[in-house]
Nanobody, 118 residues
């Protein structure tokens, strides 16, 4: 069983920055994807930023709306994944979920609220 716990959300003014963290516990070898999604009120959950790991390489994926502003990173042990969010906009307001795929199974954190005021 894999558990994911996020931290770092909060309230910030437009133009500000936040850093989200997610720690994974359990058996996490054979991780093939890890990153962040978000869900705003009344909208579907969407990819924000993610690593896709496979074939000896790592591919980064970013939503067009966050390119150049957000950066996803991880530690070498792949137990932590981070999301550095700069130049935040009110439209970035959402619940942010940590995500991981292990041996084809999808796992999600409980979510952390990010609110950007104008």
């Amino acid at each position: 069983q894999v558990q994911l716990v996020e931290s770092g959300g909060g309230l910030v003014q437009a133009g500000g920055s936040l850093r989200l963290s997610c720690v994974a516990t359990g058996i996490i070898d054979s991780t093939s994807a890890m990153g962040w999604h978000r869900q705003a009120p009344g909208k579907q959950r969407e990819l924000v930023a993610s690593f896709i790991i496979g074939g000896g390489s790592t591919k980064y994926m970013y939503a067009d709306s966050v390119k150049g502003r957000f950066t996803v990173s991880r530690n070498d042990a792949k137990t932590m994944v981070y999301l550095q969010m700069n130049s935040l906009k009110p439209e970035d307001t959402a619940v942010y979920y940590c995500h991981r795929r292990v041996r084809g199974q999808e796992y999600w954190g409980q979510g952390t609220q990010v609110t950007v005021s104008s």
